[in-house]
């Protein structure tokens, strides 16, 4: 799976409910695969991290918004 992509937004978030046939919401299958990866990512980013860096990040939503945040403080 392209996991760079979920960093750079490439791989965007798909909409977490869809409609069924009686128009109900029901989750997306798809978000819900997304978001274990997406966390997967984070939980590796933010292991490297030091205590410092950690508090830049505690909180944020999503890998891309972590990424967004360590690359603009640090580069």
């Known amino acids: 799976q392209n996991l760079q992509g979920f960093l750079t937004g490439e791989v965007p978030a798909p909409p977490e409910f869809i409609d069924d046939s009686s128009s109900q919401k029901m989750p997306n299958p798809q978000f819900i695969v997304w978001r274990k990866t997406d966390r997967l990512i984070k939980g590796w980013i933010t292991s490297t991290l030091s205590e410092s860096a950690l508090g830049l990040v505690v909180g944020l939503e999503t890998s891309k918004d972590?990424?967004?945040?360590?690359m603009n403080t640090f580069s």
Not at 66 to 70: E, Q, T, Y
């Open 66 to 70: 972590i990424w967004r945040v360590l």
